[in-house]
């Protein structure tokens, strides 16, 4: 059986929204013609075959968060394991979706691309034998929410480059739209918002991302209630929400009811937490939830964000409530609690500790255990395959230490069949997150101050969820366990993207002695070389660049700068 989708994907200029400010320009980089990106549906254990062609006057990698590609690190998208797609190329992933459910997003992993976009929808669904915990939903209803700039992803580049912060973001958007003008002082007239149209008495699943650069984001639905069943591919203890903290990178569904009157449309919100500059706070993303039968246009002040300015525990104790339904069975018919991480014994334990941003050289840059990763021309992964040295190196620190900071390239070891255990120590002011290619995780405890080993006493060791994005508070620390049953060499990164452009993230090495072709897939023929391996790399042919065939619009704007295309044609087969 084979299904057929064609992805194309383009780089829209389009007006964005400057929420405080008036309108300005700026460019998104679209797929398909659209901002966000194309949804890919598909269902667990099914194969995909998405090509990915770069429009783009820069090299590209789409990575696909959250997608656990099993054994298979070469199709992860990411500097570590693939050479980037150069312009005006393209390139083919395929990859399998085994054993996985849940809702997950794809996006440009380079250089701060994804402030521009480029980013669009993963749903995994169950297969037909395993049923879902809770009943069929009416629809689903996908939302991104993220902080924007109105520069583009060169300008904060070059402001990052410069030793500069990025400051305040210009605006929330949710779907690539601006603000529904819920305050004529905060929201200038004549820009697009987004609206959410449903019908009275049905329940849809909402399926939210923070894809943004750094900004944490409180969600929450005007007078209705969120019941959580879903987090980065675990169904979660279905508990009620009236708002939910959804930090960088992260995803939740959430099933929502249309259970209110409907005397007016209704706010959905994403409103900034955890900022320190006040102007931080004035601006929040707006969206309408619209019934079909509505009455009259949402008015009125916005649902009230957490009143916790005095309680720093509220938000942890909120991401402490989320635990994993041990009875639920999701990739596989077996409960999700069947297996009992918590009775396996440690094997390796890594401490990463970020701190402020330190100087190095005159520059600032981002580190973990006071290492800022250099990406290497060459990826690990295909050093490593044809045995060149001095690529990188394996000494990267796995305890936190009073080392001076550097710059290197390097790895930290994991032995496969292991069970590691990860602390994030968060010496920073601000909320940090951190996710893990290829892997998911039990984020088995987090709280405030100095991790010790006897903070073991405190993991949840029966229900914690298993996910592949978690928060690290500031001034505090989260443990996670993870069980090493993917061979390959995975990204661990900070996904806020400006401590992740200045080198804060690490690669996994996780090598099994029997190693390739045996545990570990080969490597793709269609693999890309560069750095030391470049002489390898064949020439490709090109078909014409259709450059303006297609007009991107992404949602709100009317004037459009420049249209290209990123022709990207998937096809999903089982
Ligand atoms: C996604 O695929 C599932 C299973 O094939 C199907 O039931 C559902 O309608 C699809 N959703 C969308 C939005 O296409
Ligand atoms: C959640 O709210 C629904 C009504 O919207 C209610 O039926 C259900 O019992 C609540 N669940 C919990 C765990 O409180
Ligand atoms: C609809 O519900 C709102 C509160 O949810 C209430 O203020 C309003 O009076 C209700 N309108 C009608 C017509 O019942
Ligand atoms: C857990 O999943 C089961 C399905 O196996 C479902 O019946 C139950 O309601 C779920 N419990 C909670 C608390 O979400
Ligand atoms: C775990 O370690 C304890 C001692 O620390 C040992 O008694 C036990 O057998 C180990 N369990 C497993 C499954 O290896
Ligand atoms: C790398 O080394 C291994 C083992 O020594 C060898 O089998 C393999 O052929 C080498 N690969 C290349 C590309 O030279
Ligand atoms: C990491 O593993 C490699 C083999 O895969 C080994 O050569 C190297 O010495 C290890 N590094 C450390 C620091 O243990
Ligand atoms: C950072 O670490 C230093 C030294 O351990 C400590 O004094 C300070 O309180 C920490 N700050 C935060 C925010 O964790
Ligand atoms: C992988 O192993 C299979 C079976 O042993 C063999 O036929 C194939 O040539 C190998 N492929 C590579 C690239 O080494
Ligand atoms: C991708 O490149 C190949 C050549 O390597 C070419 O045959 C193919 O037509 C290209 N596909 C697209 C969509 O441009």
């Given at each position: 059986?084979?299904?057929?989708?064609t992805?194309?994907?383009?780089l829209?200029a389009?007006?964005a929204?400057?929420?405080a400010a008036?309108a300005?320009?700026?460019?998104?980089?679209?797929?398909n013609?659209?901002?966000?990106?194309?949804?890919?549906?598909?269902?667990t254990?099914?194969?995909?075959r998405?090509n990915?062609?770069?429009?783009?006057d820069?090299?590209?990698?789409i990575?696909?968060?959250?997608?656990q590609m099993?054994?298979?690190?070469?199709?992860?998208?990411v500097?570590?394991?693939?050479?980037?797609?150069?312009?005006?190329?393209?390139?083919?992933?395929?990859?399998?979706?085994?054993d996985q459910?849940?809702?997950?997003?794809?996006?440009?992993s380079?250089?701060?691309?994804?402030?521009a976009?480029?980013f669009?929808?993963?749903?995994?669904?169950?297969?037909?034998?395993v049923?879902?915990?809770?009943?069929?939903?009416?629809?689903?209803?996908?939302?991104f929410?993220?902080?924007?700039?109105?520069?583009?992803h060169?300008?904060?580049?070059?402001?990052?480059?410069?030793?500069?912060?990025?400051?305040?973001?210009?605006?929330?958007?949710?779907?690539?739209?601006?603000?529904y003008?819920?305050?004529?002082?905060l929201?200038p007239?004549g820009?697009?918002?987004?609206?959410?149209?449903?019908?009275?008495?049905k329940?849809?699943?909402?399926?939210?991302?923070?894809?943004?650069?750094s900004?944490?984001l409180?969600?929450?639905?005007?007078?209705?209630?969120?019941?959580?069943?879903?987090?980065?591919?675990?169904?979660t203890?279905?508990?009620n929400?009236?708002?939910?903290?959804?930090?960088?990178?992260?995803s939740?569904?959430?099933l929502?009811?249309?259970?209110q009157?409907?005397s007016?449309?209704?706010?959905?919100?994403?409103?900034?937490?955890?900022?320190?500059n006040?102007?931080?706070?004035?601006?929040?993303?707006?969206?309408?939830?619209?019934?079909?039968?509505?009455?009259?246009?949402?008015?009125?002040?916005?649902p009230?964000?957490?009143?916790?300015?005095?309680?720093?525990?509220?938000?942890?104790?909120?991401?402490?409530?989320?635990?994993?339904?041990?009875?639920?069975?999701a990739?596989?018919?077996?409960?999700?609690?069947?297996?009992?991480?918590?009775?396996?014994n440690?094997?390796?334990?890594?401490?990463?500790?970020?701190?402020?941003?330190?100087?190095i050289?005159?520059k600032?840059?981002?580190?973990?255990?006071?290492?800022?990763?250099?990406?290497?021309?060459?990826?690990?992964r295909?050093?490593?395959l044809?045995?060149?040295?001095?690529?990188?190196?394996?000494d990267?620190?796995?305890m936190?230490?009073?080392?001076?900071?550097?710059?290197?390239?390097?790895a930290?070891?994991?032995s496969?069949?292991?069970?590691?255990?990860?602390?994030?120590?968060?010496?920073?002011?601000d909320?940090?997150?951190y996710?893990?290619?290829?892997?998911?995780?039990?984020?088995?405890?987090?709280n405030?101050?100095e991790?010790?080993?006897?903070?073991?006493?405190e993991?949840?060791?029966?229900?914690a969820?298993?996910?592949?994005?978690?928060?690290v508070?500031?001034?505090?620390?989260?443990?996670?366990?993870?069980?090493?049953?993917?061979v390959?060499?995975?990204?661990?990164r900070?996904e806020?993207?400006?401590?992740w452009?200045?080198?804060?993230?690490?690669?996994?090495?996780?090598?099994?002695?029997?190693?390739?072709n045996?545990?570990?897939?080969?490597?793709?023929?269609?693999a890309?070389?560069?750095?030391?391996?470049?002489e390898?790399?064949?020439?490709?042919?090109?078909?014409s660049?259709?450059?303006?065939?297609?007009?991107g619009?992404?949602g709100w704007?009317?004037?459009?700068l420049?249209?290209?295309?990123?022709?990207?044609?998937?096809?999903?087969f089982s």
């Amino acid at each position: 059986m084979a299904a057929a989708m064609t992805v194309a994907v383009v780089l829209a200029a389009v007006v964005a929204a400057a929420a405080a400010a008036a309108a300005a320009q700026a460019e998104v980089i679209g797929i398909n013609n659209q901002f966000p990106g194309p949804l890919l549906n598909v269902t667990t254990n099914q194969n995909v075959r998405v090509n990915v062609q770069n429009n783009l006057d820069e090299p590209l990698l789409i990575t696909w968060d959250g997608i656990q590609m099993r054994m298979n690190s070469w199709q992860d998208g990411v500097m570590g394991t693939n050479c980037p797609i150069p312009p005006g190329w393209n390139w083919t992933y395929e990859f399998q979706l085994k054993d996985q459910i849940g809702s997950f997003f794809y996006f440009p992993s380079l250089g701060l691309q994804r402030a521009a976009g480029g980013f669009g929808p993963i749903t995994v669904n169950n297969r037909a034998t395993v049923p879902l915990p809770f009943d069929q939903p009416h629809g689903d209803i996908t939302l991104f929410i993220g902080d924007w700039y109105t520069k583009t992803h060169v300008e904060l580049r070059n402001m990052l480059d410069d030793n500069q912060e990025l400051g305040v973001p210009d605006a929330i958007l949710i779907n690539g739209r601006a603000p529904y003008i819920y305050d004529s002082a905060l929201v200038p007239d004549g820009l697009q918002y987004e609206t959410v149209g449903v019908e009275p008495g049905k329940t849809y699943r909402f399926r939210v991302h923070n894809v943004g650069i750094s900004t944490s984001l409180n969600f929450r639905i005007q007078n209705h209630n969120m019941r959580l069943v879903e987090t980065e591919g675990t169904y979660t203890n279905q508990q009620n929400y009236t708002n939910l903290d959804i930090h960088v990178g992260q995803s939740y569904s959430f099933l929502v009811t249309m259970d209110q009157n409907a005397s007016t449309d209704y706010y959905i919100v994403a409103s900034p937490r955890f900022v320190s500059n006040p102007r931080g706070h004035e601006v929040a993303g707006v969206a309408i939830l619209q019934y079909s039968n509505s009455k009259g246009r949402a008015s009125g002040s916005l649902p009230d964000a957490p009143n916790d300015n005095y309680d720093k525990y509220y938000s942890m104790n909120q991401a402490r409530s989320i635990r994993m339904n041990t009875s639920a069975g999701a990739a596989r018919p077996n409960p999700q609690g069947s297996f009992h991480y918590g009775s396996i014994n440690i094997t390796q334990t890594f401490v990463l500790k970020n701190e402020q941003p330190l100087s190095i050289n005159g520059k600032r840059w981002r580190t973990i255990n006071r290492v800022s990763y250099s990406p290497p021309e060459t990826p690990l992964r295909l050093a490593d395959l044809h045995n060149l040295t001095g690529v990188y190196t394996t000494d990267f620190p796995a305890m936190p230490s009073n080392a001076p900071a550097r710059i290197a390239s390097s790895a930290l070891n994991a032995s496969y069949k292991g069970f590691l255990e990860i602390v994030f120590q968060n010496n920073d002011t601000d909320v940090q997150t951190y996710h893990l290619d290829g892997y998911s995780f039990f984020v088995v405890g987090m709280n405030y101050g100095e991790w010790t080993p006897d903070r073991r006493n405190e993991y949840n060791k029966w229900d914690a969820i298993s996910r592949c994005t978690t928060q690290v508070f500031p001034g505090g620390w989260t443990a996670v366990l993870v069980s090493l049953d993917n061979v390959g060499i995975w990204n661990l990164r900070a996904e806020k993207l400006d401590n992740w452009y200045r080198g804060q993230e690490v690669y996994v090495k996780v090598a099994d002695p029997l190693g390739y072709n045996i545990t570990e897939m080969v490597i793709p023929d269609n693999a890309l070389y560069c750095g030391l391996l470049k002489e390898r790399q064949k020439p490709q042919v090109h078909e014409s660049n259709s450059k303006s065939s297609v007009q991107g619009d992404a949602g709100w704007s009317n004037k459009l700068l420049t249209t290209m295309i990123l022709v990207v044609a998937a096809v999903i087969f089982s």
